[in-house]
């Protein structure tokens, strides 16, 4: 990735939804896969998120480079991951969404990954997540006030989550095979032994809460400080289409 090109992050809220697939073009757009995909989500609520994240790739990636929103296509990587089909200008992309929030990162040649959830976890999550983190990171949710161990607990695995999403492997890996390190005043950094060395300091990482209901992650390798380049899509009229739409 150009220092000179941002990592691109888009959010768009869950109400938003149905107004923002509407201006774009709706199911429409969507493969056949895709659409089969809508028609077995179980609720009305995980059909919207579904539909949104799949139209808010499209727009994100269009808007990085200017091609047509019809012309996506995509495939799945080895655990899952979506890919562009065929590759277009390197532009790589992830998606995340949890209710109420839908995010989208996107690059140009670099790895990425994004992860929202609800926040602050349970305590009941926090005590099973602690289970399966690295003993620093054990020891940095026992460490916290009590007040603090669940929204400790969602930070950092928002931050696991999206690591791993960038790798391409998901939750394939254990959580407990590498370490996020947080210092004050110092950017979070990761340890991972399983990466070739020297690569643990090439990636960055930005932690987000973009509401008071939800904590967000981008990973980002080759990033730099400031170089994430953040867009609400609270309010349709900052969407531009017209140059995108099909």
């Not at 939750?171 to 991972?192: M, Q, Y």
């Not at 060395?197 to 932690?207: E, I, S």
Request: hydrophobic share 35%.
């Amino acid at each position: 990735m150009s220092r000179s090109d941002p990592t691109s992050l888009w959010l768009l809220p869950e109400p938003a939804v149905d107004g923002f697939a509407a201006a774009l073009g709706g199911t429409r757009l969507l493969a056949a896969e895709e659409r089969t995909r809508l028609e077995r989500r179980p609720t009305p609520a995980a059909r919207r998120r579904y539909l949104g994240a799949r139209l808010l790739c499209r727009y994100a990636l269009s808007v990085k480079t200017g091609r047509p929103v019809d012309q996506w296509r995509f495939r799945h990587g080895t655990h899952g991951r979506p890919e562009v089909e065929p590759d277009y200008e390197d532009v790589r992309f992830n998606l995340s969404h949890d209710d109420g929030l839908i995010a989208c990162v996107v690059t140009h040649g670099s790895r990425c990954g994004v992860d929202v959830t609800r926040t602050p976890s349970t305590a009941e999550l926090a005590f099973h997540l602690g289970r399966r983190l690295a003993p620093a990171e054990r020891a940095e949710l026992t460490e916290a006030a009590p007040g603090t161990r669940a929204a400790v607990a969602s930070e950092l695995w928002v931050l696991k989550e999206a690591y791993l999403k960038a790798l391409g492997t998901g939750l394939t890996r254990s959580l407990d095979g590498f370490t996020f390190v947080r210092r004050p005043g110092s950017p979070i950094a990761v340890r991972d032994p399983q990466q070739p060395a020297g690569a643990d300091a090439r990636w960055w990482f930005d932690l987000l809460h973009p509401g008071p209901s939800h904590v967000l992650a981008v990973a980002t390798e080759d990033g730099r400080p400031g170089g994430l380049r953040r867009t609400d899509l609270s309010d349709l009229s900052l969407c531009d289409l017209g140059h995108i739409r099909p």
